[in-house]
T-cell receptor
Framework: AQSVAQPEDQVNVAEGNPLTVKCTYS??????LFWYVQYPNRGLQFLLK??????LVKGSYGFEAEFNKSQTSFHLKKPSALVSDSALYFC????????????FGGGTRLMVKP | GAVVSQHPSWVICKSGTSVKIECRSL??????MFWYRQFPKQSLMLMAT?????????EQGVEKDKFLINHASLTLSTLTVTSAHPEDSSFYIC??????????FGPGTRLTVL
């Protein structure tokens, strides 16, 4: 069975500093990996995804994520955090023959302080 | 592109009534849509997979007679919560599968059952 772990419930970072939100996955096969962001009382917004190719994926709002097969990780990063980046972030995995179903991590709340 | 809408965004109803939530893909067609439920400060829980023109596939523990799903067209899926009770109060989020198997999410519907 596939699973996704986000080991940190919350990440605190000062505005202007780099941020990392961690995600590890467990699948038997080639995963499709996704990051979504959720603002209060809103649905999820797609940030980026990895299917194949370059391990460094660039997405919306200056975010990027690095696929590391040996460490089974897909950490989300941004060089310089903004206060407006404060939100709930979800990592998700889809096995490429699983009929588009996503398995979500528990979510990580990012707090960016001015 | 890849916009998904939900209606209503917030509904309050009395116990015992039925509530219908609509999910529309506005600028693309989606053979597959998903319905999720999210409790406060928790991750998304997949309720069911909705396939256009066929019966929905429900996850274990989700009552299909209580949560009726209809996917009558490639741009519309509906979730009807029948005989709603206070324990059904939650945030319901739909998603539609777009390009390259990416799920695009609606803004969510908050259901409060009194």
């Amino acid at each position: 069975a596939q699973s996704v772990a986000q080991p940190e419930d919350q990440v605190n970072v000062a505005e202007g500093n780099p941020l990392t939100v961690k995600c590890t996955y467990s699948v038997s096969g080639n995963p499709y990996l996704f990051w979504y962001v959720q603002y209060p009382n809103r649905g999820l917004q797609f940030l980026l995804k990895y299917i194949t190719g370059d391990n460094l994926v660039k997405g919306s709002y200056g975010f990027e994520a690095e696929f590391n097969k040996s460490q089974t990780s897909f950490h989300l990063k941004k060089p310089s955090a903004l206060v407006s980046d404060s939100a709930l972030y979800f990592c998700a995995v889809n096995l490429n023959n699983a009929g588009n179903m996503l398995t979500f991590g528990g979510g990580t709340r990012l707090m960016v302080k001015p | 592109g890849a916009v998904v809408s939900q209606h209503p965004s917030w509904v309050i109803c009395k116990s015992g009534t039925s509530v219908k939530i609509e999910c529309r893909s506005l600028d693309f067609q989606a053979t597959t849509m998903f319905w999720y439920r999210q409790f406060p400060k928790q991750s998304l829980m997949l309720m069911a997979t909705s396939n256009e023109g066929s019966k929905a596939t429900y996850e274990q523990g989700v009552e299909k007679d209580k949560f009726l799903i209809n996917h009558a067209s490639l741009t519309l899926s509906t979730l009807t919560v029948t005989s709603a009770h206070p324990e059904d109060s939650s945030f319901y989020i739909c998603s539609a599968v777009g390009d390259l198997d990416t799920q695009y999410f609606g803004p969510g519907t908050r259901l409060t059952v009194l």
